[in-house]
């Protein structure tokens, strides 16, 4: 019945209390929680592993990741973005910025 520290950021209820609605804030650490949690860079990795066979170069593996978690196509200028991100610093962090964008965390 202990309150998580990476589930309380999000406003998960506090599960030793009853709650008949949960609280909805939209902070700075819930930014940083979901980039930096462990199980957060533990999932981009998984993603990366998963969209790396699609393409041959980083740009159609960040379209290809970009397309399974938002279900459209990059634009030109975000594909060029986030392909230059992958080189720089890797097909994973590429995809955990994808995990992060507010199309995916966010449910229209």
């Known amino acids: 019945s202990k309150q998580q520290p990476f589930m309380a950021a999000l406003d998960c209820a506090d599960p030793s209390l009853a709650v008949d609605r949960r609280n909805q804030t939209i902070t700075p ?3 940083l929680a979901l980039l930096n949690n462990r199980l957060a860079v533990t999932m981009a990795g998984h993603f990366a592993q998963r969209v790396r066979p699609l393409a041959p ?3 159609g593996r960040v379209a290809a990741a970009f397309r ?3 279900g459209r196509a990059p634009t030109a200028d975000e594909r060029r973005t986030l392909a230059g991100y992958a080189t720089a610093h890797g097909l994973p962090a590429a995809c955990r910025v994808i995990l992060n964008l507010n199309e995916f965390v966010f449910a229209d």
Do not use: L, M, P
Request: aromatic share 0%; hydrophobic share 55%; net charge negative.
């Open 29 to 31: 650490q819930q930014a």
């Open 57 to 59: 170069d980083d740009a």
């Open 68 to 70: 399974i978690a938002v």
